[in-house]
Every structure is written in C-alpha cells, then in structure tokens.
C-alpha cells in the first residue's frame, strides 16, 4: 500500500519559513515525479514545484526564488523549504508522485499571516 504523509505544515507570519516534508511508503521515490501543489481557499489546486527523474526541477513563478524543492533517497522523503512567506501562500499542500501510478497525499496545512 502506497502512503504519502506530509508534515511541517503550521502558522508562520509573513517573511517566516516553513519546512515541509512528504514521507513515502510503498514508493520509492526516486523513481517517481515528485511535486507538491497548493490549494488555497476557494481556489484550485495548483502545481508548486516538482523534481522529476532524474532530478530535473521546475516552479510555479510564485514559487521562483523563495521555495526549494529536494528529495533524500536514503530517507525516502521528498521536501519542500519555503522562505520568506507571503499571505498569499496560504493553503493546503499536498504531495503528489507521478510514474506509473499517481499517487497524492493527503496535504498539510501552510497559514502566513500578514
């Protein structure tokens, strides 16, 4: 059974940083695309960043410059290091592994207050 579990999601105030990290069972997740994506309130879910295999990396232009996306092998965990938060990066983040299968976890709450 394949589980994402996203963690280091919480309240930060603007210009703060947040850590998240997805824990992958069941994958390995060096074989897989890796992203997170956003789903902020009333809005839909959308891409945030994405390492592919090997480990090309892409970003949402809201993304560019303040967010860093890694993956650890060894620990079979996919990161995401956010700084100097804005309001607007609030919402729902959510793991995402794409190859054969797709797979989504089930998302960790990001709140920046102004």
């Known amino acids: 059974q394949v589980q994402l579990v996203e963690s280091g999601g919480g309240l930060v105030q603007a210009g703060g940083s947040l850590s998240l990290s997805c824990a992958a069972s069941?994958?390995?997740?060096?074989?897989?695309?890796m992203a997170w994506y956003r789903q902020s309130p009333g809005m839909q879910r959308d891409l945030v960043a994405v390492?592919?295999?090997?480990?090309?990396?892409a970003y949402a232009d809201s993304a560019k410059d303040r967010f860093t996306i890694s993956r650890d092998n060894a620990k079979n965990t996919l990161y995401l290091c956010m700084n100097n938060l804005k309001p607007e990066d609030t919402g729902v983040y959510t793991c995402?592994?794409?190859?054969?299968?797709?797979?989504w976890g089930q998302g960790t709450q990001v709140t920046v207050s102004s």
């Open positions: 069941g994958i390995s997740v060096s074989r897989y695309a």
């Open positions: 995402n592994a794409a190859g054969d299968d797709i797979y």
């Open positions: 390492i592919g295999v090997p480990d090309s990396i």
